[in-house]
């Protein structure tokens, strides 16, 4: 069905009034790399920006709703069942860099379950999104997970622990073990463009340790609904409460999980 609900055009408008304002910003980041203060502030004002758009969007169409918001944080709705989950800007340290992979993850949770999700690359131009029972789609096309069986013949995306964050030991593991038995690994920076990479087939799983839900909220239900599976790398389904996350196609998916918890349990 390439046809939109209301609910995805809800979202999709979000994003795209938001991404205007990023993409000039991002434009900006080159100019200011110069500067003795750096862009960090400005990168955080463009992020605030967007959030404060996508909030407003989302709020006039769906008054109702609550919010969890990066910045913002929690907001409660009158409508407990809904809450809308939103990362502005994911891949921060990309845009910084003037690096041009980032993303406007918005996820829509129904009864704590990611329902629909949309996640907007505006630098390619490339809109992903779903909504439970109807696939997933980038730019009108459906899309589908990858279709290679065989984890030495996959390209993985993963997300490496950086400064201030737990768990490099056993992240080290998992990545020998990773790439002992694949074809290639990659480390892209921004989860929710991962996730849906693994979607559209062009990576066939991604791996990673501490997110936050705004992460991932969106990127689950576009890689369930393109076919794929996903799990914390423990084999348990509290991605959003854990942090922990692991999708791939079905036929990799229970082989990359074990390779993980093999390399971890080892330690
Ligand atoms: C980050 C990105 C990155 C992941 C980090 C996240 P942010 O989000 O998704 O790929 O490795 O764990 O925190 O800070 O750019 O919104
Ligand atoms: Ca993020
Ligand atoms: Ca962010």
């Not at 992020?47 to 609550?66: F, S, T, V």
């Not at 779903?130 to 789609?137: C, P």
């Not at 990479?197 to 576009?222: K, Q, S």
């Not at 692991?246 to 390779?259: I, K, Y």
């Amino acid at each position: 069905m390439g046809l939109r609900s209301p609910l995805i055009n809800v979202m999709i408008n979000a994003a795209r009034k938001a991404a205007r304002g990023l993409v000039r910003d991002f434009g900006e980041v080159e100019a200011l790399q110069v500067s003795i203060k750096g862009p960090a502030d400005f990168v955080s004002a463009a992020d605030r920006k967007a959030e404060e758009i996508i909030r407003e969007e989302l709020a006039a169409a769906r008054p109702k709703y609550g919010f969890l918001l990066e910045e913002a944080g929690a907001i409660d709705g009158e409508d407990t069942s809904n809450t809308w989950v939103v990362d502005p800007l994911d891949g921060t340290t990309n845009f910084l860099h003037g690096i041009p992979q980032f993303s406007i993850s918005i996820a829509l949770m129904r009864d704590s379950k990611s329902f629909a999700g949309v996640i907007y690359d505006p630098i390619a131009d490339e809109m992903f999104w779903a909504e439970n029972g109807d696939g997933a789609f980038m730019n009108g096309r459906r899309i589908r997970v990858g279709a290679r069986r065989n984890l030495e013949d996959a390209v993985v995306v993963t997300g490496i622990p950086h400064r201030g964050r737990a768990g490099k030991p056993g992240y080290l593991e998992q990545l020998a073990a990773m790439m002992e038995i694949t074809s290639g690994i990659r480390r892209f920076g921004s989860a929710a463009l991962d996730l849906a990479w693994v979607a559209a087939g062009r990576f066939d799983g991604y791996w990673e340790g501490g997110l936050r839900p705004w992460d991932m909220a969106a990127g689950i239900i576009i890689v369930q609904e393109a076919g794929g599976i996903v799990t914390e790398v423990s084999g348990g389904t509290k991605m959003l409460e854990s942090g922990s996350i692991l999708a791939a196609n079905p036929d990799m998916q229970e082989n990359m999980g074990e390779v993980l918890r093999r390399a971890k349990a080892a330690k």
